[in-house]
């Protein structure tokens, strides 16, 4: 079975659709079926965006059933929280813990506690974007963390982000290791 | 992605508009609104060397211009969200009496779960209503070929045909085969003077309804035979019968049953479907919002299960299909799915708000200040119903705030109203209220948001801009002539970022005597300008802590940690990186204590 079920959580401009490209070109160019899904909220800029990736021999329904996903990879910590219940039991949860701007006032070390407390991955992925010397690309460390957990080699990845990302192409590779040897880390 | 024989992934949206390349339409037309505001955009996008497409100013008018041209020969696209469908229905439903001379399809994306709509309709009905077929894809590959089918049927049976996607398959994407554009697409020819056949005087019409019924049973003898109407076979002790993506997710849920799944939900294929069910123990339909389906299978006697298990509003998400079936015993206990939970207590939410720099926020501020009931449009300005502004009392639908001002007026309320309504809505549906308002000597304020695009729905032109879809240079309609010409005494424009102007001209305006006044307040859309000033900061020193500034609800205005030790009351700051430089939290301070940073300090 080569079944992968991603659900990705964030908030407008992180560059959660590029994520869901990315995995989608992956399995496709290993000969796998791909659909993709996505809600976005009204606003265009800090709101709430979901989008889902299913990839396999035989994919019909655009929508993963909560309680099936294998992967929630959190763009934004609170984000990810709020899409835990698509997790299936035995799934993994990656998440930033750094925290994209909200209005509403919160307590920040409470949502890292229950993220912990579920069994998240966390990673800095800003602070780790930063490092490799875009902070746009906190997206792409996501992924490379998410990247162990797929049914094919790292070196798709690499190889899908560098035909379909233009800009900081290098940084974004450097993200992307980045991403994966925190997690490599972290088991 | 124009490439035939390649295998690419599309959304629904981006396959509609692939489908009537390779249909070769002729001409595409429809208003913005979603789920289905992309097809247009896509289409001229990638294929306006060979096609003409429009934003029209409305349903309505899309419907007509689409019948116009194909009516010429020209085979012919609409695009409408759901709720669009009920303005462009008026001009749909003459079409079946006329037929045309080249195909043409409607594509209504519906919005079940009313994502982004104020009501939640199930537009099978129309098929029904108006007596036009109505093909139902499930994914990208068959929303592209059902476009194409469409085009042909069309043509073939002399009827228009609609095409029905919805939210989930319009915001999917899943693999398409590229095919080619059809050899030769029909060109215009001289127009039909054909009056008995394009004429719907009743004396012609009434002509034609045994023609339509006719048409009918000739479309159900090809729904018997056509492979989109498919039955995968299973085992027989559970049939299903389903549609679109509800099909989808009950392959993945019910993976060993048997399934009926329908591409062309009007008119049914009755023979195939009493075989179905003659072949199952138990026949179960499973489709979103009304019994749509199941009442019609229950008229032709069959015993049916489907509403008695299923919601009948909101999505049947694949978890509440697995749940309501297990509920019904049409699955075992044992099939439902263990989630990880978890109690996660609240999480803090993040609700909609006016981006930072929105030429609405003054109007809305405002509005609230003043405490005038106010009458709203569709729109983004929408979210002035929200805290902190709370002032956009009523939204209906596309245009309906200017008739509820009238009504406000007709109705002798003591208090005098306004109405909210933006540039794209006014020219969609407020024009003909605002003159019902002109010629019954209504009174009100009507403010007209301009902020110079049709900003919701991803910024699509409308007779007020400098371009078209096709990308051509146009002159714009000027909104404040316009309405001095419909017969509108009062007529102010102000800048929208300055709140002392709109507060001025929307005092002036609410107590105008001689009929309707009109407020245009104009300023760009951010997502227009695409240019923001530098950012505004609050001198802590200075900030008295009053939270005026938070009432402009601006994202970017944040409390900080400093407290003002006499009311004890958070500080307040503005995040530069949100902060677009509109000015308007500095306008509102009584204290001087926000400014806007130098243009050189932000450079660097």
Known sequence: MNKVDVVIAGVGGQGNLLVAGLIAKAALSQGLEAKRSEIKGLAQRGGSVQSLVRIGETVWSPLIEQGSADILLGLEPVEALRYIQYLAPIGKAIASSNFATNPVSFSQEEILIKARKHGFFLLPATELAKQAGSVQSANIVLLGAASHFFPFPAEVFRQVIEENVKRFLEENLKAFELGRQAIAIQQ | ?604
């Open chain 2, 1 to 604: 992605m124009s490439v035939q024989g390649q295998r690419v992934l599309l959304s629904g949206n981006e396959a509609i508009a692939r489908g009537a390349y390779e249909g070769g339409v002729g001409v595409a037309t429809g208003y913005p609104g979603t789920p289905s505001s992309e097809i247009l955009e896509v289409v001229a996008d990638l294929y306006k060397d060979v096609l003409y497409a429009e934003w029209s100013t409305n349903e309505k008018v899309a419907m007509d211009v689409a019948a116009g041209a194909a009516y010429s020969g020209v085979r012919a696209l609409v695009t409408t969200k759901s709720v669009g469908m009920n303005v462009l229905a008026d001009s749909l439903f003459y079409l079946p009496y006329t037929g045309l001379e080249a195909g043409l399809v409607v594509v209504v994306c519906d919005d079940v779960g009313m994502f982004s709509s104020q009501n939640e309709q199930d537009n099978r009905w129309y098929a029904i209503l108006g007596k036009v077929p109505m093909l139902e894809p499930a994914d990208s590959q068959e929303s592209k070929d059902m476009v194409v089918l469409g085009l042909d049927l069309a043509e073939k049976f002399d009827t228009p045909f609609i095409v029905r996607s919805g939210m989930r398959i319009a915001h999917s994407k899943s693999i398409v085969n590229l095919g080619k554009r059809v050899d030769n697409p029909p060109q215009a020819k001289p127009f039909p003077r054909n009056i008995a056949k394009y004429n719907c005087n009743a004396l012609f019409a009434r002509a034609k309804r045994p023609i339509i019924e006719q048409r009918m049973k000739d479309l159900q003898t090809w729904a018997e035979e056509t492979a989109i109407n498919r039955i995968d076979w299973g085992e027989t002790e559970l049939g299903i019968i389903s549609s679109g993506i509800v099909a989808e997710y009950a392959r993945e849920v019910f993976p060993h049953a048997s399934l009926l799944k329908l591409g062309m939900v009007h008119p049914l294929p009755e023979q195939k479907i009493r075989h179905f069910a003659s072949q199952v123990r138990t026949l179960v339909v499973i489709e979103e919002l009304q019994p749509f389906l199941e009442l019609q299978l229950k008229a032709m006697g069959l015993e049916v299960r489907g509403k008695d298990i299923f919601p009948t509003y909101d999505e049947i998400l694949p978890e509440t299909m697995r749940s309501c079936a297990i509920e019904a015993g049409l699955l075992p206990a044992g099939e439902r799915k263990e989630r990880r939970v978890i109690d996660l207590g609240e999480l803090p939410v993040r609700s909609a708000v006016l981006c930072p720099g929105c030429p609405h926020r003054s109007s809305y501020y405002l509005l609230n200040k003043m405490k005038v009931p106010v009458t709203g449009d569709i729109g983004c300005y929408n979210l002035g119903c929200l805290p902190p502004f709370e002032a956009q009392h009523t939204m209906g639908s596309m245009g309906s705030s200017i008739g509820q001002l009238q009504g406000i007026s007709a109705a002798k309320s003591p208090e005098r109203g306004v109405c909210t309504i933006g540039d794209s809505t006014f020219f969609h549906a407020g024009m003909a209220p605002l003159l019902d308002m002109v010629h019954n000597r209504g009174t009100g304020a009507v403010l007209i948001m301009d902020n110079a695009t049709t900003a919701m729905t991803g910024h699509q032109d409308h007779p007020g801009m400098t371009h078209n879809l096709m990308g051509d240079a146009v002159e714009r309609v000027d909104l404040a002539k316009l309405c001095q010409a419909m017969g509108v005494k009062l007529v102010k424009e102000v800048d929208a970022f300055r709140v002392k102007d709109v507060e001025s001209a929307l005092k002036e305006c609410l107590v105008w005597e001689d009929g309707p006044a009109v407020l245009i307040a104009k300023g760009e859309c951010i997502f227009v300008t695409r240019n923001p000033k530098p950012a505004y900061t609050i001198d802590p020193a200075k900030c008295i802590a009053c939270d005026s500034c938070t009432r402009v609800g601006c994202p970017a205005v944040i409390k900080i940690e400093e407290r003002n030790p006499k009311n004890n009351h958070r500080k307040s700051g503005i995040d530069p990186v949100l902060c677009n430089g509109c000015g308007i939290c500095a306008q509102v301070c009584p204290v001087g204590a926000i400014s806007q940073t130098d243009r050189k300090e932000a450079a660097e």
